[in-house]
């Protein structure tokens, strides 16, 4: 192993150790010390700044660590609904917003989990065969179907979020109280804006709704 490599490893070794505040550590603590190091090293300056590119250095990052959020939630929420058979993939996010709701017309439900409709429709689908959803006809419009809850689904919902409580705990990391609260202010006030868009401008292109933030800032 060549010297140099011995020596940033010590000094690596020495960083960590003094940033622990002489709490017991472990290897695995320095693997991960290690990695979260790499990690906040990966800014999207490095690969603009290759490209010669102009951007939003602090908007894109955000948009990094939320997709990324999204793929590690994603992958929580799978592994915790793997004792409910009857609920895979987006299915959990539509029993759960569904159960504040007597009922909903299938659009309604689709449109508050922000999905295209026919993504929409073959989850609802799945749903109904899996007996946690029940059909039934518009009293006010006949070209539409109601779906409410069933006995089953409310079981299964009960169930599924004792297991979805954990993984929203192991989400959260190891972010004190105040610090859960500032992002929950923060992610509020961006669902409600893009729910907004979502909403009202679904349709216009990325470069319209940017010229209308900046119209309104």
Known sequence: MELNLIIDILTE????????SNTQTSLEDFRLYLNE???ENETPRNLTGKFDLEVFDLENEIAKQVIMLGRYSKHLIKKSLENH???INEDFTYLF???DYPSLTKMQLIEKNAHEKQSGIEIIKRL???GLFVESPDAE???????SVTEKGKKV???SMKDITVASKIMCGKLDEYEKENLLDSLKKLNT???TLYTNLRNESPSILLKLINNEA
Do not use: C, G, W
């Not at 070794?13 to 622990?20: A, C, G």
């Open 85 to 87: 058979p009857d609920l």
């Open 128 to 130: 109904v065969r899996n």
């Open 157 to 159: 919902f009960q169930e």
């Open 97 to 99: 917003r569904l159960m």
């Open 141 to 147: 419009d006949k070209r539409s179907t109601r779906i």
């Open 37 to 39: 190091k790499a990690y």
């Open 13 to 20: 070794v020495d960083t960590f150790q003094k940033s622990q």
């Open 193 to 195: 804006f893009h729910q």
